[in-house]
């Protein structure tokens, strides 16, 4: 037997590939800065390098947003799920199942009574999480379930949009939702309470056409799209080049559409003392 085949082969050691989150990092899509997540978190979502403020979860939201231990969910009733029995690709009911799963939501709000800066108040969030923040007939039944619990506790409420507009799934029963709840938020000015409404990214479509800019003062969060139509599609159907930064946060300050544009950071303080001075009159 040759040597050859006596030779005995070294034994290599290998490690086990260790499998490498992929969520440990996010890019900041207004300046491409990589931020590590856990430092993301602890800035509420605002890119240290620009201050860009990143689209965050509704759970985020309200960790920083509402006194600790202060929120208690208000149940809204859900009204029959896909009515209109529609189909694209997918079956609606299938779109909204998995919603649910990914989010763990029932659609795409959040109500709650609850406090902020020490000021009690009715909150009503969008999730965009949940077929884009999409008004359907639940979301629409959750705007007026907020309204009136601002009237049965004499609160003020602050409606928190992010949304790509009416649900298209339900037709003309989701551009119905415009009408109801504007109707709901009328009989909030007729008690003299205070609707606030903040602003953030997006905030587009049938949402912005109705309760999204109807509040008594208005805040957006800094760099937030809002509008009707997306600007490539307006730039399309007029022609024209549209000016820098059409459709931000800062634009619309600067035409008066946007009362006040407020950091995250900011955002307790500063809602709970407007609401906190707002809410004088009712309390005398």
Not at 41 to 68: F, K, M, N, Q, T
Not at 144 to 167: D, F, M, Q, T, Y
Not at 211 to 228: H, Q, R, S
């Amino acid at each position: 037997m040759s040597w050859l085949t006596d030779l005995v082969r070294p034994k290599i050691a290998t490690r086990t590939k260790r499998e490498v989150p992929t969520n440990i990092w996010e890019k900041c899509p207004s300046c491409g800065e990589m931020i590590y997540q856990k430092e993301l978190a602890e800035r509420l979502g605002v890119c240290p390098s620009c201050r860009h403020h990143l689209r965050i979860s509704v759970d985020a939201r309200l960790a920083y947003l509402l006194d600790a231990g202060s929120a208690k969910e208000i149940e809204v009733p859900l009204p029959a799920k896909d009515p209109l029995k529609f189909r694209d690709l997918k079956r609606y009911n299938d779109r909204i199942k998995d919603a649910v799963k990914t989010t763990g939501r029932k659609d795409a709000f959040y109500v709650a009574r609850t406090k902020i800066g020490g000021t009690p108040c009715i909150v009503c969030v969008f999730d965009f999480a949940f077929m884009a923040g999409s008004m359907g007939t639940a979301v629409g039944e959750a705007v007026v379930a907020a309204a009136e619990a601002a009237l049965k506790h004499n609160l003020p409420l602050l409606a928190i949009p992010a949304s790509g507009g009416a649900r298209m799934q339900e037709g003309i029963l989701s551009l119905m939702q415009m009408a109801r709840t504007t109707a709901a938020l009328q009989k909030l000015k007729e008690a003299r309470l205070p609707y606030f409404v903040l602003l953030t990214d997006p905030t587009t479509g049938g949402v912005t056409a109705s309760f999204a800019m109807l509040g008594d003062i208005t805040l957006a969060e800094p760099g937030a799209l809002i509008g009707f139509a997306g600007p490539r599609v307006i730039q399309q159907t007029i022609g024209e080049t549209l000016p820098q930064g059409f459709q931000t946060a800062e634009y619309l300050l600067d035409k008066g559409m946007v009362d006040v544009i407020v950091s995250r950071q900011e955002q307790p303080q500063v809602i709970g003392r407007l609401m906190s001075q707002l809410m004088a009159g009712n309390r005398a």
